[in-house]
């Protein structure tokens, strides 16, 4: 997994490349973790996201948890088909505000 964080005024967005699994969860837990000592709005772009499993999926919670925490908030985009069916049968999908695109996940802040 590759990340590639990009700002937008006071929103960061978190670009997901590759696979987020028990392997590499940890590591984008880390990069969230220093990102929220200087903004609480993200977007996290899963365009290039191709495998995602249950470990990946809870740390997604767990950044959204954190985010809300801290009055702000976590949206998702771009979620490609094999994503998007595990976030379909996990039901997911009811937890997390997800959008088409990058615009339109930043423009709903």
């Given amino acids: 997994m590759e990340l590639t964080i990009e700002n937008r005024g006071e929103v960061a967005i978190v670009a997901v490349n590759g696979r987020l699994d028990a392997s590499s969860a940890g590591e984008l837990q880390k990069q969230f973790d220093k990102l929220l000592d200087k903004t ?48 379909e049968i996990t039901k997911a999908y009811t937890v997390f505000d997800i959008y088409d695109d990058v615009d339109a996940a930043v423009e709903s802040y």
């Fill in 40 to 87: 609480k709005f993200f977007v996290f772009d899963l365009a290039q996201m191709d495998f995602v499993d249950s470990t990946g999926l809870g740390k997604l919670v767990a950044c959204l948890k954190k985010a809300t925490e801290m009055d702000g908030g976590l949206k998702l985009c771009g979620l490609q088909p094999k994503p998007r069916m595990v976030f």
